[in-house]
């Protein structure tokens, strides 16, 4: 699980661990443990309180979830008289089991963390503990197979019924599935709910998650082997027209005929961006929508309207900036490549304009019906000059260092308190209330995107289509197209949305009352969905595009960055973009 905080355990191993053990698992075995102790001391009369074990569960507990800990609140948890408490907390700070970390600078008032030798042995006891549990259910025995299977919650839960097939095959290691994913909090999850101790669907190692460029690279990289390294393949929806076009993906008309899939559950936009000239080459997966998030506690207690234009956000921004405070305006994408050529295509698309000449139409548009005059840029025009004006003067307000801060970096600014509104995919958005480090739970109100200039409130969609390779033999392709059945089922659907993630493209998800409960993002973006304000023209997915993502994320860049001027850097644009479409025939 990516997106569930990594702190902890991460820092435990110095390096990623999301083969290992994240800090919600080692939560999820606390909490097995205090349950399972429970019993012990209720039934039996010669039981007596274990101080020890009750203040180290209490404190490896408090510190994941980022809470305070001081000698008093510790003290009370032990079940034992006050004095005796005492004496074993200052018998763990004496053994370097607990620190005490000065809570002012007169280091009079201080809480308490477990020490570094503590955290060590402790995630080392869980690993333990999960590994006994693995061995127990049959599901192999030592700690190294263990990591493959997930602690999980309510995954798998008796109404997900996995397909037959791949029920039958799950002992047999030669027929487990292997998939190219993302790594994101959606595809973390997904790994995790079939390597749960109670489906054992595929072992972790089946699943390899990849950042967005490193996950072009290896789409392609597969093509070139003799055999697919992979039976299902994530494809970001911008790429489709690409991997279309150099057959790394196989049409799956023939398996939807006799599939539970219904097209007419999804909305048309969003079922529309795995087809390609009739054909459906991919099933859409999740669909995130790029929101503006607003400290709604701020702007209530500086008496604001939620802002619903640029000047708006820019009046807004200016209020609530206060630096010396630890408080910036705004913050959102503005990094080198890809993260800042999403933000220019989608404020320009707020100006009313694509990038390139492409239709905006209200209904699911085929692009590879695009011809001519269609493919023309249009980056250097009025509405071009002022969304790159409108990201200039974002920069007033921002964080200094914002041109260089990562996905990542810029929605921990805003999770942890330091920035008042943020630009970010609703799938990103999710952490702000299901992060055990975020402060902000239930604090912020999710928005559509202002409009600019001459432009109307539309909520650009983006996502993941799940594909099978081209040149996957039939019975292993018709396997594969098993597992997406169930991935994109409904039920699946529910439960990813249920466990903190409000993507699901599917109306009879959304429309669900359980469902829909789960968070505010989940009724903002079916809302939207209902006004037909839901677009892929923001980033249209033609074998181009990538090339187009990467001029305009150099050469915006290089403006903000000041070595060039708005006029020259959408000069460089426009004919860096028009060199592409012409060298590919299109005009």
Not at 252 to 268: A, K, M, Q, R, W
Not at 285 to 307: G, N, Q, S, W
Request: contains cysteine; glycine residues 6%.
């Amino acid at each position: 699980m990516e997106d569930p905080v990594l702190g902890l355990v991460e820092e435990l191993h110095e390096g990623p661990v999301t083969d290992r053990m994240t800090d919600y698992e080692l939560l999820r075995i606390i909490n097995f443990l205090e349950r399972i102790r429970a019993p012990y001391d209720e039934k039996l009369n010669a039981a007596i309180p274990d101080p020890v074990w009750n203040i180290v569960l209490y404190l490896m507990k408090s510190h994941l979830r980022g809470d305070t800990v001081t000698m008093s609140s510790l003290a009370s948890v032990s079940q034992i008289p006050f004095p005796s408490a005492m004496r074993r907390i200052h018998r763990l700070i004496d053994d370097g089991d607990v620190e005490q970390l000065s809570r002012s600078v007169t280091g009079k008032s201080y809480f308490l963390v477990p020490s570094r030798k503590l955290k060590s042995n402790f995630v080392a006891y869980a690993i333990r503990v999960k590994a006994l549990l693995a061995e127990t259910f049959g599901l192999g025995g030592g700690s190294a197979n263990a990591e493959e299977y997930y602690f999980g919650g309510s995954y798998l839960a008796d109404q997900i019924i996995p397909p037959l097939k791949l029920m039958e095959n799950r002992q047999a290691p030669s027929q487990d599935l292997r998939f190219l994913l993302h790594d994101d909090n959606y595809f973390s999850s997904m790994r995790n709910m079939w390597s749960d101790f109670r489906s054992k669907l595929s072992s972790r190692r089946n699943f390899r998650l990849l950042a967005l460029p490193e996950l072009h690279k290896e789409i392609f990289k597969n093509a070139r082997r003799p055999a697919s390294e992979y039976d299902v393949m994530a494809v970001n929806i911008p790429w489709l027209g690409e991997v279309v076009k150099h057959g790394l993906v196989q049409p799956l008309n023939s398996f939807l005929v006799d599939s539970g899939i219904n097209s007419l559950d999804f909305h048309p936009n969003i079922w529309a961006t795995g087809n390609w000239d009739t054909v459906q080459y991919g099933v859409p997966i999740y669909c995130t929508i790029e929101t503006l998030a607003v400290r709604k506690d701020l702007f209530e207690d500086h008496d604001l309207h939620m802002p619903t234009s640029f000047e708006k956000v820019l009046d807004a921004a200016r209020q609530l900036h206060n630096p010396k405070r630890g408080m910036h305006g705004v913050v959102w994408n503005a990094a080198r490549g890809m993260p800042i050529a999403h933000s220019f295509m989608f404020f320009m698309g707020a100006c009313g304009t694509p990038v390139i000449n492409v239709p905006m139409a209200r209904v699911a548009f085929d692009y590879s019906h695009m011809a001519g005059e269609m493919y023309r840029p249009r980056v250097n025009t009025e509405q071009g000059m002022k969304t790159l004006d409108y990201m200039r003067r974002l920069l007033a307000f921002s964080p200094p260092d914002i041109l260089v801060m990562d996905w990542n970096r810029a929605l921990d600014c805003f999770m942890l308190g330091q920035s008042a509104m943020i630009y970010c995919w609703t799938m990103r958005a999710s952490r702000f209330e299901y992060d055990i480090r975020s402060v902000v739970k239930r604090k912020v109100e999710y928005l559509p995107h202002p409009h600019g200039p001459g432009g109307a409130v539309v909520g650009p969609v983006g996502g993941f289509l799940l594909t099978i390779p081209a040149g996957l033999p039939p019975e292993r392709a018709k396997l594969a197209f098993e597992a997406i059945s169930w991935m994109a089922s409904p039920a699946a659907m529910k439960e990813h949305v249920k466990n903190g993630i409000p993507v699901a493209p599917r109306f009879s998800v959304t429309a669900d009352p359980e469902a829909a409960a789960t968070t505010p993002i989940v009724r903002m973006v079916d809302r939207l969905a209902k006004q037909n304000k839901l677009h892929g023209w923001h980033r249209p997915p033609i074998p181009e595009y990538t090339l187009i993502e990467k001029i305009i994320g150099d050469e915006i860049f290089a403006a903000l960055n000041g070595e060039l001027t708005d006029r020259e850097a959408l000069e460089r644009c426009q004919n860096g973009i028009d060199k592409v479409m012409r060298a590919a025939g299109h005009y």
